[in-house]
């Protein structure tokens, strides 16, 4: 079910269905995954709300993206040695701050108990 959100890069102001999205989260037992969550404005929202999963995926190429931008501007060969670790912290940083905005920390390994 649609509750506004959608994959990619958004060429306009999303709107999304809160109220939508928390009753499917009260009414269907199991777990939530909304998939499309880059860009989505209030995303901290969706894990107070008890969704699961929130897929972040063009976030973190993003992050990616801009990092191989900035290291295009260096030397050759400072650029190529920088890349790949560059590159990985860059998704890290994303990664971690919204494990951050999303209250997840150290809630991999309850989930893992749970099956």
């Not at 499309?36 to 063009?58: C, D, H, M």
Request: charged share 20%; hydrophobic share 45%.
């Amino acid at each position: 079910m649609a509750v506004g959100n959608l994959h990619g890069v958004y060429r306009f102001e999303p709107h999304i269905e809160w109220d939508l999205l928390a009753t499917l989260v009260q009414r269907i037992p199991a777990y939530i995954v909304m998939h499309g969550g880059s860009g989505t404005p209030e995303l901290e929202r969706a894990g107070k709300l008890g969704v699961t999963k929130i897929n972040i995926g063009t976030e973190v190429l993003t992050s990616c993206i801009e990092c191989l931008r900035q290291e295009a501007t260096k030397p050759v060969m400072q650029a190529f040695e920088g890349l790949m670790f560059a590159t990985v912290q860059a998704q890290k940083e994303a990664m971690v701050a919204r494990i951050r905005c999303f209250g997840a920390k150290g809630k991999g390994k309850q989930l893992l108990r749970s099956f």
